[in-house]
């Protein structure tokens, strides 16, 4: 009798349970979230030696070095082209042409120096090549005689809802062994070009002159593919440089310096935040570092700016920031927040496609939701499914100095689809005006992984035809159908 009692008694007690536990899923979204449990041996993070070869100062006299392009104009018909001479000024000028060792045309661009403390920089010139043919390989040159150096870049194709372009994100770089990994492995995909969420050199660990010298040495290790190809920069906190220490209180000086933006091709009046156009893609580079809040110029001129996006000739609409604003790691937990008040409610009005971000060292992404309905006295404080709402991913994952983010918030909140602290970096291959390919490539010991990946459908175009939803393929497949079966 009695044993029959505690037999009811836990069989009521394992019922309650289940339900808590089945009532817990579903608030918190844990049957579908994915908290990745992979561990990967990784190089400490440290910088790598200033007497490694990747850093090294390319040869002869006042050799052009730390070479890197960006669009130059808001269609991509146009480059910037920056480089720093070490010994003297030099001229600012690019030959270019578009056959091998054949330059027909010139450009000369403009030189500038700084300090830093008692660092003094090399010359820095920035030179605008313009009026540029579509879907073309250009050589150019630079420096004189011996000296000189040659690459190339291929121009994007004419903006087109159905131009196929493959992007590249990569955020919080830094210039460690695992920043040369996560390089290396980029350099592998079949990336076009660089949308950089941020944090570039993280020279700021440094005291006195050695900032000055860190931004070169990034400029010079990551060469290899910025003189080859258009980066997209947009500026983190490591790139404010507010050392009031040694009397250095002008923020961004190191970087705007040295990396350029095309603003002015969309009417911006700050380098800091701009938007270009290319292939079939409009992309929103916004400054989490900047004022940003109602009546500012950073809030003017994306009101203006989302007004010029037209989905019928650019249908992706992709937007980086530097701070993610859904976030579930433990790292810079709610430092979004006040971004995404301002401005979530226009990307889910103009139905942005995806937004990227870096600043948390980990890598994570979202279900499409949001939280535009709370309003403090609404009393929804909770972020819902929400089908016009963008992708947040955020790929702060490049490999600096800081090590990774490895704590992640328990539980999974149900905004967060896929969340993992590993080095890596992603592609987007837009394919046409409907669909696109987004992969997450962890840097897998020296094979290039894809662990997260999946279609994207476009918002206006998906809209149109019925098919918003996120679909799941490869990787993920495997994981989702693991999942709809337990
Ligand atoms: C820039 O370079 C010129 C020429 O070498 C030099 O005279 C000047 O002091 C430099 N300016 C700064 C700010 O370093
Ligand atoms: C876009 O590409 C996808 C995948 O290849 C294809 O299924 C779809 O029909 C294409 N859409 C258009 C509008 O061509
Ligand atoms: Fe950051």
Known sequence: MRAVVIRMESALLAIILTSIVALSFLMNGNATGITSTFIRSEYPSVDIPLNNKVFAVPRGYNAPQQVHITQGDYDGKAVII??????????????????????????????????????????????????????????????????????????????????HYIFGIIGDLGQTFNSLSTLEHYMKSAGQAVLFVGDLSYADRYEYNDVGLRWDT????????????????????????????????TPFKNYLQRYATPYLASGSSNPLWYAIRRASAHIIVLSSYSPFVKYTPQW???????????????????????????????????????????????????????????????YE???????????????????????????????????????????????????????EASYGHSTLELINRTHALYHWNRNDDGNKTAVDAFVLHNQYWGANHGKRKLEKHNVRKIMMDEIATH
Not at 120 to 142: M, R
Not at 218 to 228: C, K, L, M, N
Not at 234 to 243: L, V
Not at 382 to 392: F, L, R, W
């Open 82 to 163: 920056s480089w720093v001479t070490a010994d003297k000024p030099g001229d600012s000028k690019v030959q270019y042409g578009t056959s091998e060792k054949k330059y027909e045309f010139s450009a000369k661009g403009v030189m500038t120096n700084y300090t830093f403390y008692h660092y003094k920089s090399g010359y820095i010139h920035h030179c605008l090549v313009d009026g540029l043919e579509y879907d073309t390989k250009y050589y150019y040159k630079i420096g004189n005689g011996d000296s000189s150096r040659e690459f190339w870049f291929t121009t994007p194709p004419k903006i087109d809802p159905n131009s």
């Open 300 to 362: 003017m001129w994306l009101e203006a700016e989302l007004k010029r996006v037209d989905r019928e000739k650019t249908p992706w609409l992709i937007v980086l920031m530097h701070v993610p604003i859904y976030n579930s790691n433990e790292a810079h937990y709610m430092e979004g927040e006040s971004m995404r008040a301002v401005f979530e409610s226009w990307f889910v009005q103009y139905k942005v496609d995806v937004v990227f971000a870096g600043h948390v060292h980990a």
């Open 218 to 249: 990034w400029g010079r290790f990551v060469e290899q593919s910025t003189a080859y190809q258009s980066w997209m920069w947009s500026a983190g906190n490591h790139e404010i440089d507010y050392m009031p220490y040694m009397g250095e209180v």
């Open 365 to 419: 992404r979202s279900y499409r939701f949001s939280n535009i309905q709370y309003n403090v006295t609404s009393g929804y404080q909770y972020p819902v499914p929400d089908k016009s709402a963008p992708v947040y991913i955020t790929v702060g994952d490049g490999g600096n100095q800081e090590g990774l983010a490895g704590r992640f918030r328990d539980p999974q909140p149900n905004y967060s689809a896929f969340r």
